[in-house]
């Protein structure tokens, strides 16, 4: 028995198998983001380096390459279109003079928050096909299997850096609702 | 308190933690993906199309394009190419004259053999990522979750079809496994 092909059969299989899952939810995942995010005239690189910007507080460009899964390049010319919009800002600092950093602008943020507020107008099939298991389970699926790949990847600052941004955005959301509210209380006063 | 907002939280952050991760997940199989293909002059999407002809047994264009995660258009530019180079056919169903039907040819076999056989001649982190999880467990992560998202969102029909061109697979490589067990039996008598 030929070792090399028969002792990998196991290997490949579930490699290729992954690989058109993850390309079938990416798929629908990328239509959905780039119907939700049309309106506010970005592209999902645009729209990625944005958020990156607004919740981490502060991103070199390799960061935003980095935790946007983007090329460098990529991530420096979105920027640079972004900036000319008045969305975010580069500069320099003073402790690190060889990396770009991008900050975000305020008329950015009101950007961003405007899209979250608007999130639920277009369809994300992703959340409605995880509706059921909500159901089932009391909670949404956790992912732990796709998250420690991803850990073993990009390596555990990658999902910290993720999850912190969450908690970030999570903030923001809650303050979005507060305003909503606020102003629903003035208008009825 | 504002329901619409803050009633959608938990589903807002979960849609985009799995979008992050997905896109995350996707970038780095799709770049895998690339580097295994390239030396038979072949980018995902004609990969793609040719083994889901060659797997599923004769396929219409709009299945290449479903089970592909593909546009119509794009399935039908790229087997176009696939067909001027030789690797497939196109033909019309007596049974069916409205659907456009794909078969891969002798030569387009070949070359999808050719590249399983080197498959582990680049790498696949996504593979490399799952080993310490396949010693812990004693088995590859079975991605029961993103399976059943999948499900739901594209139906049971593709779930299936997808595991029978696994099962398709499996028995391709046992083939080429045993051809090559023969030719270096042949090669040591």
């Known amino acids: 028995m030929s070792e090399f092909v028969y002792r990998n059969k196991e290997e490949l299989l ?7 899952l993850s390309k079938a939810l990416w798929r629908v995942i990328e239509k959905d983001w780039q119907c939700w995010i049309k309106p506010y005239d970005l592209n999902i690189n645009e729209h990625h380096i944005l958020t990156i910007t607004y919740y981490m507080k502060g ?11 983007m090329h460098v390049s ?9 900036e000319e919009r008045g969305l ?4 320099k600092r003073d402790d690190d003079k060889r990396n770009t950093y991008i900050e975000i602008t305020e008329q950015g943020k009101e950007l961003i928050d405007e899209a979250n507020r608007h999130y639920f107008d277009t369809s994300h099939a992703v959340l409605e096909g ?4 909500k159901e089932l389970y009391g909670r949404f699926p956790e ?3 796709m998250t420690a790949i991803v850990r073993n990847i990009y390596g555990n600052e990658f999902i ?3 999850e912190q941004s969450f908690q970030s955005l999570s903030h923001t959301l809650d303050v979005i609702d507060q305003e909503v509210h606020h102003s629903e209380l003035m208008k009825e006063a």
């Open 14 to 20: 579930y490699s290729q198998r992954v690989a058109q």
């Open 59 to 69: 991103a070199s460009v390799s960061d935003v390459a980095k935790y946007g899964s």
């Open 74 to 82: 990529t991530a420096f010319n979105f920027s640079k279109k972004l």
């Open 88 to 91: 975010l800002t580069f500069s």
């Open 130 to 133: 995880s509706v059921k298991m």
């Open 143 to 145: 992912f732990l299997e």
């Open 160 to 162: 910290e850096t993720l």
